[in-house]
């Protein structure tokens, strides 16, 4: 996955695969923004068909994590890794 900071956050997945139907976006906000290893509790946060979206729900100084899985009618692949990023 890679994260790309502006005004507001590009997120991309590189994790394409061609059979999926869509992808399954969690999000999550950090307690301490120096704080990359302790991942907080992350909820669905979007549901989309490309790999990539604009998060423009950012706020400045916050450590943002994210993971995303794939879907089709079989079912949903494994969760990512999480990653993060400071806005």
């Known amino acids: 996955m890679i994260l790309n900071f502006s005004n507001c ?41 490309k790999t990539s979206f604009v998060d423009d729900e950012v706020p400045k100084g916050v450590r943002v994590f994210y993971r995303v899985r794939a879907a089709n009618t079989n079912g949903v692949g494994p969760w990512s890794e999480a990653v993060s990023k400071v806005q």
């Open 9 to 49: 956050l590009p997120v991309t997945s590189e994790k394409y695969n061609p059979n999926t139907d869509y992808y399954e976006w969690q999000k999550g906000m950090g307690a301490n923004a120096s704080d990359a290893n302790t991942i907080p509790e992350l909820k669905n946060f979007k549901t989309a068909k």
